[in-house]
């Protein structure tokens, strides 16, 4: 009851799917398994990052500093 609680930072991800060229290094990377791949692809035919969990979401910015297209932006609360 009410353990789910956790009060570490949280953080939040905007991925700019126009950027992503669908490496998968942000989804192999974060720690707390946030990031899928979506079954969306941007319009240079790339099927892109999703942010999932956004719950899980530490703010530790792992993801940014993978991804090669410094297509994600790290938000901390
Ligand atoms: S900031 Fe950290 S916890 Fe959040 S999605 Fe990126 S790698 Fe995962
Ligand atoms: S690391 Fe960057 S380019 Fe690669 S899948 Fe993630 S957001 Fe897309």
Redesign the pocket.
């Known amino acids: 009851m009410g353990k789910t609680t956790k009060k570490n930072a949280k953080?939040k991800?905007v991925i700019d799917i126009e950027l992503c060229k669908g490496c998968k290094y942000c989804a192999m990377?974060?720690?707390?398994g946030?990031?899928s791949m979506s079954r969306d692809f941007n319009s240079m035919g790339y099927f892109v990052a999703h942010f999932e969990h956004p719950e899980k979401?530490?703010?530790?910015?792992?993801?940014?500093q993978m991804c090669p297209e410094i297509a994600i932006e790290?938000w901390k609360e």
Do not use: Y
């Open positions: 953080g991800i990377a974060c720690p707390k946030c990031i979401c530490t703010g530790c910015a792992v993801c940014a790290v």
